[in-house]
């Protein structure tokens, strides 16, 4: 899920607290209104931090 679009929609609750968020979070995922995000691989973590590390 992408943060923006979770807080977009926790922002519009009236009361914010660690309860409504995770009914507000819980909301989000029943209803299928994110979007899904890349995750790079662990090979591609590690042969940025090696190629970073060089220069």
Known sequence: ?????????LS????QTDKTDARGIAQV???GW????????QEAHAY??????DA
């Open 12 to 15: 519009a609750m009236r009361n």
């Open 1 to 9: 899920m992408e943060a923006r679009q979770v807080n977009a929609v």
């Open 29 to 31: 995922l029943r209803s």
């Open 48 to 53: 940025r931090t090696r190629s970073v590390g």
């Open 34 to 41: 994110y979007s899904k995000v890349f995750i790079k691989s």
